[in-house]
């Protein structure tokens, strides 16, 4: 696509109007998931859109959604450091600039594409308790409790970021702990000044800090809320990262972390205990991979519901003229929606954690299944979400943070991870100075109930103790051509939205001509089965487009923004790297060297 029909595109759906910052859920009104937060506080224009440019770098790059965390990032790859060793550092930095969402009392996913063509990939998702049963949440009349999985201390999964980040980087790094977590200690200690991005997530919970006096302790100025300019320190969470630079994993899962988060739990009504901390483990796993028009996509496999959901897409798109119909068309959302549609209702129906239900990824991305799927779709009807169901037969049983990193050497890495809901469930533990997660939330509560996404969930990631729930995190790392050379690195928050916000990243750029800047600006859709109806972003469509498409059967909600695509494209003509932050993550950076 020309920059000129890139450019009308945009211009002719709302000429040229601003797309405003959106509006998350208020902090009183439950839940407040991460895809609804937005931060376009700068009042980009669909021309600014059109002419944004990429962040480009010779040698190496990292894009978060947090400047700090980015530059920490970039330092430890300028000091010699590879990938691996940039993202762990970024991963604890996140955990002090971006408390909402990077974490050590979450968990997540690393993928990993290493020089010599090695793909691997590290489930570090949070696990159930060992007390804890398919029933948890619900009444004895067997009535799904509100708020029970997502505000009390029985919502928190046992936490995995701290042994997944140390598993990597004693595998695949090169430098010590103590030397990648120092800037994480030195930013917790010493604080840092707000920007007005920052100071926009803080707000989302400022009456839930209230609640709790060690929470408010830092993340309220003397009970007021943090304002730009000012500097929040964290000395509490200074002292846990000092713990786990001396003692490593043992610190968090076998010492006084783990102990004082069991405390809190017991104070709260929590079922977590020492053994369920003891017992934690983190996972290597083979990626899910797939080809589309000369690309293999690299993706995340079970727990994560990503790298099957993403395939099964774009093979069933595959040979439908995308590029040639052009983004925002009718014949290009329709396809798009549909395939979503029928993937959503497979990955709702059949996925969970492999070490507790067979997942079917053979089958779902299986040729004649991919052709069955694809025949169902109507050319110009939308197929009611009632008529479509997981397919494969009866005999098979957001708020989240992604950051981009690729070093000098040709080694990728891409992490999502999550403590679920904006600051997780919003409460710290004694003096640990991190928020929990409540992942539990993740799980099918009851089957055929909504979460709090929205996903209406079978069996296969109903509660058991031990499990991890499904998520819908998609780190994914994108090879070209018959030698795989490395092309694109991405990922983003945004719960349910996360699968749809990153396949369109890519499809951005793979089929409508976008930049990469361009590509994760660009107004989104999301289509997931059940509820019946698209969630669309001020600017996707123009306004007849948007008609025909509702002639046809769907329906649509117009929501201000979700997610936050990080990113980065190797120019295959130069092999320079071309970064990209999210326009919806104005504290972030896209950097390099």
Known sequence: MTKSAFLWSFATVLAAAPIAQATARQATQAPIPQQALDATAHGTTMAELANARPVTARHAMVVSAQHLATQVGVDILRQGGNAVDAAVAVGYAEAVVHPCCGNIGGGGFMLVHLADGRNVFLDFREKAPLKATPTLFQDDKGNVIPGKSTHTYLGVGVPGTVMGLDTALQKYGTMPLSKVIAPAIKLASEG???????????????????KYPNVAATFLNQGKPWTVGERLRQPQLAKTLE?????????????????????????????????????????WEAPITCSYHGYTYVAAPPPSSGGASICQILQILEPYPLAKWGYGS???????????RRAYADRNTYLGDPAFVHNPIAKLLAPGHIAALRASIQPDKATPSSEIKGSLGPEEGTNTTHYSVV?????????????????????????????LNNEMDDFTSKPGVPNSFGLVQGKANQIEPGKRPLSSMSPSIVLRGPEKKLYMVTGSPGGSTIITTVLQSFLNVAEFGMNIKQAVDAPRMHMQWLPDMVMIEPGLFAPDVQKRLEAMGYKFKEV??????????????????EGANDRRRPAGLAAGY
């Open 192 to 210: 840092y000044v707000l920007e007005q991005g920052d100071v926009n997530i803080l707000d989302q919970r400022v009456k839930d800090f209230a």
């Open 243 to 283: 713990l786990i630079a001396k003692d490593g994993t043992d610190a968090f899962y076998r010492g006084p972390i783990a102990k004082a988060v069991v405390a809190g739990s017991d104070a709260n009504g929590g079922i977590l205990s020492l053994q369920d901390f003891a017992d934690y483990t983190v996972q």
């Open 330 to 340: 009718v014949n290009s959302a329709h396809t798009i929606i549909e395939a979503e």
């Open 407 to 435: 070093d000098s050497h040709g080694n990728a890495v891409a992490v999502t991870y999550t403590i679920n809901y904006l600051f997780g469930n919003g409460q710290i533990a004694g003096d640990t100075g991190f928020f």
């Open 560 to 577: 201000r923004s979700w997610g936050a695509d990080e990113a980065i494209r190797v120019n295959p003509d130069t092999g320079v790297l």
